[in-house]
Nanobody, 123 residues
Framework: QVQLVESGGGLVQPGGSLRLSCAAS????????MGWFRQSPGKDREFVAG????????YYADSVSGRFTISRDNAKNTEYLQMNSLKPEDTAVYYC????????????????WGQGTQVTVSS
């Protein structure tokens, strides 16, 4: 059974940092594109960041570029999202994903999804 399990979410003050992890099991994703999406109440799920199979290419939404960093460790079958300078508008459920499509920005690229982890940015 393939699973993606996120961890590292929580409550943080504005300007703070969090590091999300996504551990995959059931198959290796070393040849897959991996990404992070988020969804807040009343809004559609939106792309946050993506990374190519070997980490050579990374992609970011304009709203997080320069503050968030995506990375992966294929030996551990895990991807990460380092989030700095967090803002209240970053509050959402964050989902990791893995897949074999060609457009890292597009949710249809991804075949496997985690269950999500809540990130709340509030003072």
């Amino acid at each position: 059974q393939v699973q993606l399990v996120e961890s590292g979410g929580g409550l943080v003050q504005p300007g703070g940092s969090l590091r999300l992890s996504c551990a995959a099991s059931g198959r290796t994703f070393s040849d897959a594109v991996m990404g992070w999406f988020r969804q807040s109440p009343g809004k559609d799920r939106e792309f946050v960041a993506g990374i190519s199979w070997n980490g050579g290419n990374t992609y970011y939404a304009d709203s997080v570029s320069g503050r968030f960093t995506i990375s992966r460790d294929n030996a551990k079958n895990t991807e990460y999202l380092q989030m700095n300078s967090l803002k209240p508008e970053d509050t959402a459920v964050y989902y990791c994903a893995a897949g074999y499509g060609y457009n890292a920005y597009d949710a249809h690229t991804y075949d496997y999804w985690g269950q999500g982890t809540q990130v709340t940015v509030s003072s």
